[in-house]
Nanobody
Framework: QVQLVESGGGLVQPGGSLRLSCVAS????????MGWYRRAPGKERDLVAI???????NYVDSVRGQFTISRENAKNTVYLQMNNLVPEDTANYYC?????????WGQGTQVTVSA
């Protein structure tokens, strides 16, 4: 069973930064899509940033230029660098990997942006 484990969340002041990590139990190159989603309080879970099948990146418009997704294949890890955080970024952040017809999710890591 593939496992995705997120870490790096926490409480941060507005304007601060966090880096989230997602470690996969199998090689991340085996996933045709991998990235980050978030669920804010009272909202649906939405895409934040992903690596696509072609290896390019895709961001939701609200975080483009603010967040950066990256990967380190040797460590089976995908990162999300989040800068200039605002209270609206408060959410539970999830890692997701798609491989064939299988859809894998991590348990999530909470990010709270508050003064």
């Amino acid at each position: 069973q593939v496992q995705l484990v997120e870490s790096g969340g926490g409480l941060v002041q507005p304007g601060g930064s966090l880096r989230l990590s997602c470690v996969a139990s199998e090689t991340i190159s085996s996933f045709h899509q991998m990235g980050w989603y978030r669920r804010a309080p009272g909202k649906e879970r939405d895409l934040v940033a992903i690596f696509t099948r072609a290896g390019s990146t895709n961001y939701v418009d609200s975080v483009r230029g603010q967040f950066t997704i990256s990967r380190e294949n040797a460590k089976n890890t995908v990162y999300l660098q989040m800068n200039n955080l605002v209270p609206e970024d408060t959410a539970n952040y999830y890692c997701r990997g798609l491989r064939g017809a299988r859809d894998y999710w991590g348990q999530g890591t909470q990010v709270t942006v508050s003064a």
